[in-house]
């Protein structure tokens, strides 16, 4: 029986800004990137699928953010077990069937935008986790086994290898600030979910 007649309710704990959020939520970007190749200082996006990637010492969730057929990708690792977050922005560079083994070091080519020559990146390896991968979309929830493969450039640039099963996929991106994100939460998902 309640206290002076109220009823009692089981709080649900907040969801978090960046973990977690919602299919169909709405993120807006005004990182430098988004800024360079939009005519405005921000751009929207709508999340259409989400990642989770648990580890020992790892916490990262991948938003795959789509706009008039432009992707992009927001991801949020937590640093070590603190409630402090590293926000980064990402592009999916390639997806391809696994090989051999990956190298130690990839090198990767752009071309210029405004001549005939190409910019050579050259990412180093860092590190190799171990992960359990939840995917959850509109039509699936599934959990894999997946191999990351974190490598850095001398620009601070980032790139994340997945290999899951026989597909590797190329993300490749940079930390931007969490002033440059602003998250306008969906209602929850359906239960399934």
């Not at 005004?30 to 190749?37: C, G, K, L, R, V």
Request: with cysteine.
């Amino acid at each position: 029986m309640a206290l002076l007649g109220r009823k009692s309710r089981a709080q649900k704990p907040k969801r978090h800004e960046l973990l977690d959020i919602p299919i169909g939520s709405m993120i807006e970007l005004s990182d430098p990137i988004t800024f360079e190749t939009s005519e405005t200082g921000a751009r929207t996006f709508e999340v259409t699928e989400r990642k989770k990637y648990e580890s020992s010492g790892l916490l990262r969730y991948m938003y795959l953010l789509e706009d008039e057929g432009e992707e992009v990708v927001l991801g949020v690792d937590r640093i070590g077990n603190t409630n402090e977050y590293e926000i980064s922005r990402w592009i999916i560079d390639s997806e391809e069937e696994l090989g051999e083994d990956l190298p130690d070091s990839i090198t990767l080519n752009y071309p210029h935008p405004d001549d005939e020559e190409q910019e050579i990146i050259k990412y180093v390896r860092q590190e190799i986790v171990l992960a359990k991968m939840t995917l959850v979309n509109l039509v699936e929830w599934v959990e894999y086994d997946v191999e990351l493969h974190e490598y850095t450039n001398a620009d601070q640039g980032l790139m994340s290898v997945e290999i899951c099963g026989n597909w590797l996929t190329f993300y490749v991106g940079e930390l931007i600030s969490l002033s440059d994100v602003s998250i306008f939460p969906a209602e929850e998902e359906e239960e399934y979910l």
